[in-house]
């Protein structure tokens, strides 16, 4: 069965402070799919990163990178010099290949403070 | 312009009515899905549906019955609403079924009286 840890509940953080958000899954499968989605407060699901289980170069996207490790099963999310409009629930997610089910964490919800 | 859209956005009911939640993609996908999120924050699927065809049905009570009148729509109905019901719901969509990222609408928030 498949499953996706995100131990973190809640993470406070000053403005401009690195933050990572921690994401261990669990799959019996080879092919596997790990996304991370963010959540802001008006409620919305925002779409910020693909990676298939046969890609394991990290990946930089301006403030945002994330890096796989399938040796410990972990996709972490690293924010750099962290803003106030970054504070949402941040959730990690997976599918695995042969189904569409996309099986969620619980959630980090990350508070950035001014 | 919005990918994928819900309406409405806010929907508050007596225990027992029957209520319908609309979604709609303009992305062209072949995939649309269901997820309820609690008042936990906990995501989980529903339904998904491929071409029309109900591909996922996960242990959803047979209140709940999603019907897609074509690959653009998905709409979510439900008959004697429970207090147990109230959440979020959102409707997805992807490209592919088995590979794609799978693109949220804004959720409609469904209270329960």
């Known amino acids: 069965a498949q499953k996706v840890t995100q131990a973190q509940t809640e993470i406070s953080v000053v403005e401009k402070e690195d933050v990572t958000l921690d994401c261990v899954y669990e799959t019996r499968d080879t092919t596997y799919y790990l996304f991370w989605y963010k959540q802001p407060p008006s409620g919305e699901l925002v779409f910020l990163i693909r990676r298939n289980s046969f890609d394991e170069q990290n990946e930089i996207s301006g403030r945002y990178s994330w890096n796989f490790q399938k040796s410990t099963s972990s996709f972490n999310f690293t924010i750099t010099a962290s803003q106030v409009v970054d504070s949402a629930v941040y959730f990690c997610a997976l599918t695995q290949g042969g189904s569409e089910k996309l099986v969620f964490g619980k959630g980090t919800k990350l508070t950035v403070n001014p | 312009d919005t990918a994928v859209s819900q309406t409405p956005k806010y929907l508050v009911t007596q225990m027992g009515n029957d209520k319908s939640i609309k979604c709609e993609q303009n992305l062209g996908h072949d995939t649309m899905y269901w997820y309820k999120q609690d008042s936990k924050k906990f995501l989980k699927i529903m339904f998904s549906y491929n071409n029309k065809e109900l591909i996922i049905n996960e242990t959803v009570p047979n209140r709940f019955s999603p019907k897609s009148p074509d690959k653009a729509h998905l709409n979510l109905h439900i008959n004697s609403l429970e207090l147990g019901d109230s959440a979020v719901y959102f409707c997805?969509?992807?490209?592919?079924?088995?590979?794609?990222?799978?693109?949220f609408g804004p959720g409609t928030r469904l209270t329960v009286l």
């Open positions: 997805a969509s992807s490209q592919d079924r088995l590979t794609d990222t799978q693109y």
